[in-house]
Protein backbone atom coordinates (compact mmCIF):
# COMPACT_ATOMS: atom_id res chain seq x y z
CA UNK A 1 0.00 0.00 0.00
CA UNK A 2 1.50 3.44 -0.80
CA UNK A 3 2.41 5.97 1.89
CA UNK A 4 -0.08 9.10 1.59
CA UNK A 5 2.89 11.01 0.39
CA UNK A 6 3.29 8.79 -2.35
CA UNK A 7 0.19 8.36 -3.51
CA UNK A 8 0.41 12.58 -3.45
CA UNK A 9 3.76 12.94 -5.45
CA UNK A 10 2.45 10.36 -7.71
CA UNK A 11 -1.55 12.47 -7.91
CA UNK A 12 0.90 15.86 -8.55
CA UNK A 13 3.46 13.98 -11.10
CA UNK A 14 0.11 12.81 -13.45
CA UNK A 15 -1.39 16.31 -13.74
CA UNK A 16 0.72 18.89 -15.74
CA UNK A 17 0.94 22.24 -14.04
CA UNK A 18 -0.12 21.02 -11.07
CA UNK A 19 0.51 23.23 -7.36
CA UNK A 20 -1.03 21.14 -4.88
CA UNK A 21 -2.53 18.25 -3.61
CA UNK A 22 -4.67 16.70 -0.69
CA UNK A 23 -6.02 13.81 1.00
CA UNK A 24 -9.51 14.63 3.07
CA UNK A 25 -11.69 13.16 5.10
CA UNK A 26 -14.78 14.80 3.67
CA UNK A 27 -17.11 13.91 6.86
CA UNK A 28 -14.97 15.96 8.66
CA UNK A 29 -12.93 18.37 6.48
CA UNK A 30 -9.75 17.51 7.94
CA UNK A 31 -6.80 17.01 5.85
CA UNK A 32 -5.11 13.45 5.93
CA UNK A 33 -2.25 14.53 4.15
CA UNK A 34 -1.33 17.86 1.81
CA UNK A 35 1.40 18.28 -1.08
CA UNK A 36 2.63 21.77 -2.55
CA UNK A 37 0.06 24.93 -2.18
CA UNK A 38 1.55 28.13 -1.21
CA UNK A 39 0.64 31.77 -0.93
CA UNK A 40 -2.19 31.44 -3.40
CA UNK A 41 -3.57 28.13 -2.01
CA UNK A 42 -3.82 27.15 1.59
CA UNK A 43 -4.62 23.38 1.05
CA UNK A 44 -6.13 23.57 4.40
CA UNK A 45 -8.67 26.08 3.95
CA UNK A 46 -9.38 24.40 0.44
CA UNK A 47 -9.61 21.04 1.81
CA UNK A 48 -12.49 22.38 4.97
CA UNK A 49 -14.19 23.80 2.35
CA UNK A 50 -14.69 22.09 -0.46
CA UNK A 51 -15.93 19.04 2.16
CA UNK A 52 -18.84 21.94 2.12
CA UNK A 53 -19.12 21.80 -1.44
CA UNK A 54 -19.28 17.55 -1.48
CA UNK A 55 -21.49 17.45 1.47
CA UNK A 56 -24.29 19.41 -0.19
CA UNK A 57 -23.53 17.73 -3.65
CA UNK A 58 -24.25 14.01 -1.52
CA UNK A 59 -27.50 15.60 0.14
CA UNK A 60 -29.02 16.90 -3.15
CA UNK A 61 -28.19 13.65 -4.44
CA UNK A 62 -30.02 11.67 -1.42
CA UNK A 63 -33.13 14.20 -1.74
CA UNK A 64 -33.27 13.48 -5.48
CA UNK A 65 -33.54 9.49 -4.73
CA UNK A 66 -30.89 8.71 -6.85
CA UNK A 67 -28.67 5.85 -6.07
CA UNK A 68 -25.30 7.20 -7.64
CA UNK A 69 -22.01 8.60 -6.30
CA UNK A 70 -20.02 11.14 -6.71
CA UNK A 71 -16.83 10.51 -9.14
CA UNK A 72 -15.58 13.98 -9.16
CA UNK A 73 -15.93 17.35 -9.38
CA UNK A 74 -14.13 20.30 -11.86
CA UNK A 75 -14.26 23.62 -10.15
CA UNK A 76 -13.27 26.13 -12.28
CA UNK A 77 -11.89 29.84 -11.51
CA UNK A 78 -10.33 32.80 -13.14
CA UNK A 79 -6.91 31.11 -12.45
CA UNK A 80 -7.03 27.88 -11.16
CA UNK A 81 -8.61 24.20 -11.27
CA UNK A 82 -9.54 22.37 -8.49
CA UNK A 83 -10.10 18.66 -9.18
CA UNK A 84 -11.64 17.09 -6.75
CA UNK A 85 -12.10 13.13 -6.70
CA UNK A 86 -13.49 10.77 -4.14
CA UNK A 87 -11.62 7.91 -3.24
CA UNK A 88 -13.67 4.99 -1.71
CA UNK A 89 -11.56 3.18 1.38
CA UNK A 90 -8.39 2.10 1.18
CA UNK A 91 -5.73 1.35 -1.69
Known amino acids: ?11 MASIDGSVGAALV ?15 DLDLAVAAAGNTDVIRAKVRAIEL ?4 EEIEDVLITLGSQYHLIRLLRGRG
Open 1 to 11: MLSVETALKEA
Open 25 to 39: DYTSGMALGTLGGGK
Open 64 to 67: LGLN
